[in-house]
């Protein structure tokens, strides 16, 4: 047998001669590549995956997951996305390096595999299932109804000291938990708070479905981490109905505003930086020079959070520039179709002060039409006076099939709504409007058109809102009142006043607003901005948006291909959202599922109300002599009384059991059943758990969570949520892993 050389020895003939070429620059050398081995090895695989990654990102890039003996070993973009045609840049390769790295993750050394679980919990467990001969439910009972045990391991949350358990022992006492807390306080003291579904539809449906069937509450996530634009749902009544990414691709005139496409949309971000080449402008407003600027071709450097004082300045430009100058017809005709411009609005008078109002209802006219108190008016050029236009909400719900935009009044015939009253007013007064600055809230008088509306011998002063708009916005039109004298008069939202807050040069902000609003009169409506995240996490992230939003409405660009809002949750039009919310929310068994904002639930679990330092009377209009409540959570009282909001714990009393009751009591029908329900709660032997969160009955009792670390990232307050969560059960996490999958 032939001795074979050792691999050291193999090295060490490097001293020796060689055959050598060109002048010793190149050598023959006759060693094996048994080096290389090992490299191909590492890129084998037996299976390829698709899949994509949940990094909290909406792209849904299709990659493929190359496998060896169910490992991962590497992964690949795909490249079979159906094409978008010669006209636009195709959506593949998708993916980023974030997605990329994503099976380091899977096997980090820091991922828990095993449950674990407080020592303090878990020997005040072993020890009451003994007492109680293996009892589960009673256990679980003696354990939490005793304040000194419950107090043991409630003390130590936010120290650490988890140990390692057994999956069986786990599941046990989370069913405990569950079982006992439905029987003795119902199902809706049990909670699930999990993030946004584009980290795994898969996932997130499979909590949140068990969690419906039981019929506890899931609790919101945009809203509670600040990703959900409130402004959207209270413009439109629905969440972020934005276009995909392509469509930036068909845009003539682009602003990114708070979204730093490369970094956090980098999938997307070649359809911003490719459309620059068919002349599309970009300009990105950001606080700091962030990885979007240098693609464009103004740069706004916005003070952090003043982003509304820049909007409203544009909107200024725009009102004054498009409606009142040269009164731009696409502009005003999309107005008058598509926005709340046109409709009346009463203004009240007390004394000689004279205040906008609500909208003026078809009841408030005496008019005889189905569902008349949800049908606002407006004026009617053809008619010459109030009309009733197709599209309101008393349509939706009257079953006259007319809940559509046509142009037309509730009789079928053609309709043109005036949007202001100037040349054609009963007289000119001047109404109080509001002005909220940073030294506090004044009152500034500006003269509006008003028309005179007798009904029932009342006398009734109307506007539009088109016009109370200008006013409020300072665009003069030979009205009396306090208007700015030009953009560099520095009253409330010209220009100029926006620089102060902004500090962005009064001349580019003229330019900028005429460039985007010229753009979409050319291309009707292809202007667009493009917003994220980092205008939505303030206080009045709100109004910030609604600012910004106005620009897209005046310009007639909401609802064009190529124009108005694009936000950042990217693809989510490609997921398969009704049957997943079927899926997820246990519609197919029972309806409606419990759903609440999560803001509300920790604020009141978490005893922060108590340490609320802001009073509603700083926040009020200064048009107002004192407001309804001083304390943000009697709002939340009231909203979850009068319906608008859900709310749970929902009742002071365990809801299975308000049935049973209300037939004790000789209810016999569902009817009479809520009737029942609503006298307990009118006289107050049963109230809503909200209105006594102190109160031990109606504390949350179990909070599940998963697929997120919410002490770290989410919980505001974290003190609050250690010291004061009102959370008798557990935390039932438990700090359980996925069993090593």
Request: neutral net charge.
């Given at each position: 047998m032939e001795k074979q050389e050792l691999p050291l020895w193999k090295k060490l003939n490097f001293f020796k001669s060689k055959e050598t070429a060109q002048n010793g620059w190149s050598q023959v050398v006759a060693d094996d590549r048994d080096a290389e081995t090992i490299y191909r090895k590492r890129w084998n695989y037996d299976k390829v995956v698709r899949t994509t990654h949940g990094v909290n990102c909406t792209g849904s890039c299709s990659w493929k997951v190359f496998v060896k003996d169910g490992i991962i070993t590497s992964e690949n973009q795909q490249t079979d996305y159906p094409s978008t045609g010669p006209d636009m840049p195709e959506f593949e390769p998708r993916g980023c390096p974030r997605g990329a790295s994503f099976s380091w993750y899977v096997y980090s050394p820091l991922r828990i595999k095993h449950p674990y679980i407080r020592s303090q919990l878990l020997s005040l467990w072993r020890e009451a299932l003994t007492k109680n001969n293996g009892h589960l439910v009673k256990a679980w009972g003696s354990i939490v109804e005793d304040q000194d045990k419950a107090k043991q391991y409630k003390e130590v949350r936010g120290k650490g000291g988890f140990v390692r358990a057994e999956w069986q022992e786990v599941n046990e006492i989370m069913s405990a938990m569950l079982?006992?807390?439905?029987?003795?306080?119902?199902?809706?003291?049990?909670?699930?708070?999990?993030?946004?579904?584009?980290?795994?539809?898969?996932?997130?449906?499979?909590?949140?479905?068990?969690?419906?069937?039981?019929?506890?509450?899931?609790?919101?996530?945009?809203?509670?981490?600040?990703?959900?634009?409130?402004?959207?749902?209270?413009?439109?009544?629905?969440?972020?109905?934005?276009?995909?990414?392509?469509?930036?691709?068909?845009?003539?005139?682009?602003?990114?505003?708070?979204?730093?496409?490369?970094?956090?949309?980098?999938?997307?971000?070649?359809?911003?930086?490719?459309?620059?080449?068919?002349?599309?402008?970009?300009?990105?407003?950001?606080?700091?020079?962030?990885?979007?600027?240098?693609?464009?071709?103004n740069w706004l450097p916005v003070n952090p959070g003043s982003d509304a004082a820049l909007a409203q300045a544009m909107t200024h430009v725009i009102l004054k520039e498009f409606y009142v100058d040269k009164q731009e017809k696409y502009f005003l005709d999309y107005a008058k179709q598509f926005t709340d411009m046109p409709f009346l609005v009463l203004i009240e008078k007390e004394d000689t002060v004279y205040t906008p109002g609500r909208f003026v209802r078809a009841s408030d006219l005496g008019l005889a039409v189905n569902k008349g108190e949800w049908k606002p008016v407006l004026w009617d050029a053809v008619q010459e006076g109030p009309a009733i236009p197709k599209g309101t909400i008393g349509q939706r719900w009257d079953s006259t099939g007319q809940w559509n935009l046509k142009m037309e009044n509730e009789s079928g015939e053609a309709l043109s709504p005036l949007l202001t009253f100037l040349g054609l007013e009963d007289e000119q007064i001047c109404v109080d409007l509001p002005e909220f600055t940073e030294g506090g809230t004044g009152i500034v008088k500006r003269g509006i058109p008003v028309k005179l509306i007798m009904n029932n011998g009342k006398l009734l002063r109307v506007t539009t809102v088109f016009d109370l708009m200008l006013a409020q916005y300072g665009v003069k039109r030979n009205l009396p009142g306090q208007y700015p004298v030009d953009y560099y008069d520095e009253q409330t939202y010209t220009p100029a006043w926006q620089k102060k807050h902004t500090n962005v040069e009064t001349e580019l902000v003229i330019q900028i607003a005429r460039e985007f609003a010229q753009n979409a009169a050319d291309t009707l409506g292809r202007s667009m901005i493009i917003m994220g995240a980092g205008i939505n996490h303030w206080f009045n992230g709100d109004t910030i948006y609604r600012a910004i939003l106005n620009l897209v409405i005046l310009t007639g660009c909401q609802g064009v291909n190529g124009g108005g809002w694009a936000h950042y949750v990217g693809q989510e039009k490609c997921r398969p959202i009704e049957g997943w919310g079927t899926v997820a929310f246990a519609r197919d068994w029972s309806m409606p599922p419990r759903l609440q904002n999560a803001t509300s639930f920790f604020y009141f679990a978490t005893n922060q109300w108590q340490y609320e330092t802001h009073s509603m009377d700083g926040l009020k209009s200064p048009t107002v002599t004192k407001s309804r409540y001083s304390h943000p959570a009697d709002y939340n009282v009231l909203a979850a009384r009068l319906g608008w909001m859900p709310s749970y714990p929902q009742f002071s009393e365990n809801p299975l059991q308000l049935s049973t009751k209300a037939s004790q009591a000789g209810a016999e029908t569902s009817e009479q059943v809520i009737r029942h329900v609503v006298e307990k709660l009118k006289d107050k032997s049963m109230s809503f758990a909200v209105e006594d969160p102190d109160n031990r009955k109606n504390h949350p009792r179990g909070l599940f969570v998963w697929r997120s670390n919410l002490i770290s990232s989410s919980w505001q307050c974290l003190l609050c949520m250690i010291r004061q969560a009102r959370l008798p059960s557990l935390l039932a996490r438990c700090w359980i892993g996925a069993k090593g999958k």
């Amino acid at each position: 047998m032939e001795k074979q050389e050792l691999p050291l020895w193999k090295k060490l003939n490097f001293f020796k001669s060689k055959e050598t070429a060109q002048n010793g620059w190149s050598q023959v050398v006759a060693d094996d590549r048994d080096a290389e081995t090992i490299y191909r090895k590492r890129w084998n695989y037996d299976k390829v995956v698709r899949t994509t990654h949940g990094v909290n990102c909406t792209g849904s890039c299709s990659w493929k997951v190359f496998v060896k003996d169910g490992i991962i070993t590497s992964e690949n973009q795909q490249t079979d996305y159906p094409s978008t045609g010669p006209d636009m840049p195709e959506f593949e390769p998708r993916g980023c390096p974030r997605g990329a790295s994503f099976s380091w993750y899977v096997y980090s050394p820091l991922r828990i595999k095993h449950p674990y679980i407080r020592s303090q919990l878990l020997s005040l467990w072993r020890e009451a299932l003994t007492k109680n001969n293996g009892h589960l439910v009673k256990a679980w009972g003696s354990i939490v109804e005793d304040q000194d045990k419950a107090k043991q391991y409630k003390e130590v949350r936010g120290k650490g000291g988890f140990v390692r358990a057994e999956w069986q022992e786990v599941n046990e006492i989370m069913s405990a938990m569950l079982l006992y807390t439905i029987i003795t306080y119902g199902p809706d003291r049990i909670a699930g708070f999990t993030p946004i579904p584009a980290m795994s539809m898969v996932s997130y449906a499979a909590g949140s479905r068990f969690l419906s069937l039981l019929g506890a509450p899931m609790l919101s996530f945009y809203d509670w981490y600040a990703d959900l634009p409130p402004a959207s749902p209270q413009i439109w009544g629905e969440q972020t109905d934005v276009p995909e990414s392509s469509d930036w691709y068909n845009a003539g005139y682009i602003i990114m505003w708070g979204s730093n496409i490369p970094m956090t949309r980098t999938p997307d971000a070649h359809f911003m930086t490719e459309v620059r080449y068919k002349g599309t402008k970009v300009v990105a407003v950001s606080p700091d020079y962030a990885e979007n600027v240098k693609f464009a071709d103004n740069w706004l450097p916005v003070n952090p959070g003043s982003d509304a004082a820049l909007a409203q300045a544009m909107t200024h430009v725009i009102l004054k520039e498009f409606y009142v100058d040269k009164q731009e017809k696409y502009f005003l005709d999309y107005a008058k179709q598509f926005t709340d411009m046109p409709f009346l609005v009463l203004i009240e008078k007390e004394d000689t002060v004279y205040t906008p109002g609500r909208f003026v209802r078809a009841s408030d006219l005496g008019l005889a039409v189905n569902k008349g108190e949800w049908k606002p008016v407006l004026w009617d050029a053809v008619q010459e006076g109030p009309a009733i236009p197709k599209g309101t909400i008393g349509q939706r719900w009257d079953s006259t099939g007319q809940w559509n935009l046509k142009m037309e009044n509730e009789s079928g015939e053609a309709l043109s709504p005036l949007l202001t009253f100037l040349g054609l007013e009963d007289e000119q007064i001047c109404v109080d409007l509001p002005e909220f600055t940073e030294g506090g809230t004044g009152i500034v008088k500006r003269g509006i058109p008003v028309k005179l509306i007798m009904n029932n011998g009342k006398l009734l002063r109307v506007t539009t809102v088109f016009d109370l708009m200008l006013a409020q916005y300072g665009v003069k039109r030979n009205l009396p009142g306090q208007y700015p004298v030009d953009y560099y008069d520095e009253q409330t939202y010209t220009p100029a006043w926006q620089k102060k807050h902004t500090n962005v040069e009064t001349e580019l902000v003229i330019q900028i607003a005429r460039e985007f609003a010229q753009n979409a009169a050319d291309t009707l409506g292809r202007s667009m901005i493009i917003m994220g995240a980092g205008i939505n996490h303030w206080f009045n992230g709100d109004t910030i948006y609604r600012a910004i939003l106005n620009l897209v409405i005046l310009t007639g660009c909401q609802g064009v291909n190529g124009g108005g809002w694009a936000h950042y949750v990217g693809q989510e039009k490609c997921r398969p959202i009704e049957g997943w919310g079927t899926v997820a929310f246990a519609r197919d068994w029972s309806m409606p599922p419990r759903l609440q904002n999560a803001t509300s639930f920790f604020y009141f679990a978490t005893n922060q109300w108590q340490y609320e330092t802001h009073s509603m009377d700083g926040l009020k209009s200064p048009t107002v002599t004192k407001s309804r409540y001083s304390h943000p959570a009697d709002y939340n009282v009231l909203a979850a009384r009068l319906g608008w909001m859900p709310s749970y714990p929902q009742f002071s009393e365990n809801p299975l059991q308000l049935s049973t009751k209300a037939s004790q009591a000789g209810a016999e029908t569902s009817e009479q059943v809520i009737r029942h329900v609503v006298e307990k709660l009118k006289d107050k032997s049963m109230s809503f758990a909200v209105e006594d969160p102190d109160n031990r009955k109606n504390h949350p009792r179990g909070l599940f969570v998963w697929r997120s670390n919410l002490i770290s990232s989410s919980w505001q307050c974290l003190l609050c949520m250690i010291r004061q969560a009102r959370l008798p059960s557990l935390l039932a996490r438990c700090w359980i892993g996925a069993k090593g999958k």
